[in-house]
């Protein structure tokens, strides 16, 4: 029975006779460059081709400390380094050690070429770049049908404003008769009346993005009245197009961020305008109520009732304290009354009757006050307390 091999063994016998062989060991390779990346590891993958075929290439970061330029779509470059198989996906590829210029691409020289041209005639300057408007309610877009532009574009609109309206032009974005297509799609839409155009395409190779290259289609960007939007391949494409349009994004989905406004934004924008507006009449408000009150409280003091009242006030103040002075008078007077009733009762005559003594008079009321003011036989009243005697003196002893 004959041996039976597995993939994975059948791909490794075939690194080992890539390995073997010196002259792919050691080896230049001529072509021009497509679809380069350069990876976020630092590795740069690449595709080397000429008239006739294509291979895929890669350089480490390990082996890029050589490298004085960067890799761009239609360089002529030489590759020096290794053949070999890349056993997981039983692919040969190019390993390179070092790449030298063999001059520039054709198209890569042709692209510089009206770059440059177009550059001096002034079209790429910003006095012709037309403001891109930012509530954007009819847009047209230039690209194909089938591929995942339009899909990306359509996906976008609908979720930032489902009320936005999208007009396509069906262009044929690739091959011969791409740039009199899309030259037909601009000025197509420009004539709706559109508020804004996005015009573009996936990304691809140099020669699958040339269309946007051409003289054609930067002349009708150029001279196109309604603003225009180029979103021609990948982030690290650029193209003519780029340079002519009012506003270059880097892939078809950020030019539909760009030309759509998201009016989920637009609500909570307007929700904070009006929050604001609320808080600045409720400041305003409060701000209002508080003069209101001051001039208030100052009309109030000002007010014929409230001086009345006060005076009024007053007058109660100054008649309590008249009254307490009244009082205290009172009070002291009252004192000194009782002092000098006192005094006075303690002169009384009264008293002294009620103590026992008597007030002598002589018959005509005269008061008799010593003893050499009466003889022997003259009539005396004496007055007691509670009576009066009339006496007669029988004998009168001087002491």
């Known amino acids: 029975m004959k041996n039976v091999y597995t993939v994975t063994q059948v791909n490794a016998y075939i690194k080992r006779m890539f390995s073997e062989d010196y002259a792919l060991n050691n080896i230049m390779i001529?072509?021009?460059?497509?679809?380069?990346?350069?990876?976020?590891?630092?590795?740069?993958?690449?595709?080397?081709?000429?008239?006739?075929a294509v291979m895929s290439g890669v350089m480490f970061l390990g082996n890029r400390s050589g490298l004085k330029f960067n890799l761009v779509e239609g360089m002529k470059?030489?590759?020096?380094?290794?053949?070999?198989?890349y056993e997981r996906d039983g692919k040969y590829q190019i390993y390179a050690k070092e790449i030298t210029m063999d001059g520039e691409g054709?198209?890569?020289?042709?692209?510089?070429?009206?770059?440059?041209?177009?550059?001096?005639?002034?079209?790429?300057?910003?006095?012709y770049k037309k403001p891109i408007p930012r509530f954007a309610k009819k847009i047209g877009i230039v690209t194909a049908s089938t591929g995942a532009a339009i899909r990306d574009i359509c996906n976008i609109a609908e979720r930032r404003n489902p009320f936005v309206q999208l007009?396509?032009?069906?262009?044929?974005?690739?091959?011969?008769?791409a740039a009199e297509s899309v030259v037909n799609g601009i000025r197509a839409l420009d004539a709706m009346n559109l508020d804004v155009l996005i015009v573009g395409r996936g990304g691809g190779s140099i020669e699958d993005l040339w269309a946007f290259n051409e003289e054609i289609v930067a002349r009708a960007i150029f001279e196109c009245n309604t603003p225009v939007i180029s979103a021609v391949g990948h982030e690290t494409d650029t193209t003519i197009a780029d340079y002519v349009s009012d506003l270059r994004a880097p892939t078809p989905s950020a030019a539909a961020e760009l030309a759509v406004f998201d009016v989920n934004l637009f609500l909570q924008e307007l929700e904070n305008i009006r929050a604001g507006i609320s808080r600045n009449l409720t400041g305003k408000i409060e701000y209002a109520k508080k003069v209101y009150d001051n001039y208030y409280l100052r009309l109030e003091h000002k007010c014929p009732r409230m001086l009345i009242d006060n005076k009024y006030q007053e007058l109660d103040y100054i008649q309590d304290r008249l009254l307490q002075k009244i009082k205290e008078r009172y009070s002291e007077k009252e004192r000194i009354f009782s002092v000098y009733c006192e005094k006075l009762n303690g002169?009384?005559?009264?008293?002294?009757?009620?103590?026992?003594?008597?007030?002598?008079?002589?018959?005509?009321?005269?008061t008799v006050t010593e003893g050499r003011m009466v003889s022997e036989g003259d009539m005396l009243n004496i007055r007691m307390k509670d009576s009066l005697l009339e006496v007669k003196t029988e004998k009168v002893t001087l002491l």
Do not use: W
């Open 77 to 85: 470059v030489i590759v020096s380094g290794s053949v070999n198989i």
């Open 30 to 52: 001529k072509g021009e460059v497509s679809n380069c990346k350069y990876h976020s590891s630092g590795h740069i993958y690449f595709t080397l081709k000429d008239a006739g």
């Open 167 to 177: 007009y396509l032009y069906s262009a044929k974005v690739q091959g011969e008769g």
């Open 347 to 366: 002169l009384s005559p009264l008293k002294k009757l009620s103590s026992g003594y008597g007030y002598i008079s002589d018959t005509e009321g005269k």
């Open 106 to 127: 054709d198209l890569y020289k042709k692209f510089e070429e009206l770059k440059r041209e177009l550059k001096e005639m002034g079209m790429f300057e910003a006095e």
